[in-house]
């Protein structure tokens, strides 16, 4: 259990964080890069859940503690430590999937391009969904130097889709969606 009686420690001054493993890594460094990523795609879920409730509240907060997990996992370069290591599982990535079909199985097909627009949640949604799509490029790039979890990648890539999906769920079930009209202010 994490327990902080302080928040500052004074040992970032010189421009370093401490990983779980008790290395240290530039802050610009590419894996931290990646965990601010996915701070801060997990504070925009926490302002779309300012709008939300009932199912889907209980189906972001479960997204939220998975990518403090997620954060975890990428905080771990390696397996070689004292403890075992938090890890995204594909039962994670799996319940993405499922929650992705089922509210997708709802939508009309779409028949445009639509805007990040609509009802708040709506826009919120598709607000962290963007912050997400960063965060799997930021791990994309992470992987391309060190190993990320295969499973972590997955994660990010479906959450995003499954963003999109919820982001026009929010939208009156897509009907409300705000179509991209090409050309439309030439």
Known sequence: MVKLNKIYTRTGDDGTTGLADGSRRPKDDPRLIAIGSVDEANATLGLARLHS??????????VQNDLFDLGADLATPSDHIAWTPIRITAPQ???LEQALDRHNDELSPLTSFILPAGSALSAHLHLAR????????????LNCS???????????NRLSDLLFVLARHANDKGRADVLWLPGATQ
């Open 53 to 62: 409730d009932g199912d889907l509240d209980g189906l972001l907060a479960r």
């Open 93 to 95: 990535v799996a319940a």
């Open 130 to 141: 963007t912050v997400v799509r960063r965060a799997e490029r930021d791990a994309v790039t």
């Open 146 to 156: 060190e190993s990320v979890n295969p499973e972590a990648l997955k994660y990010l």
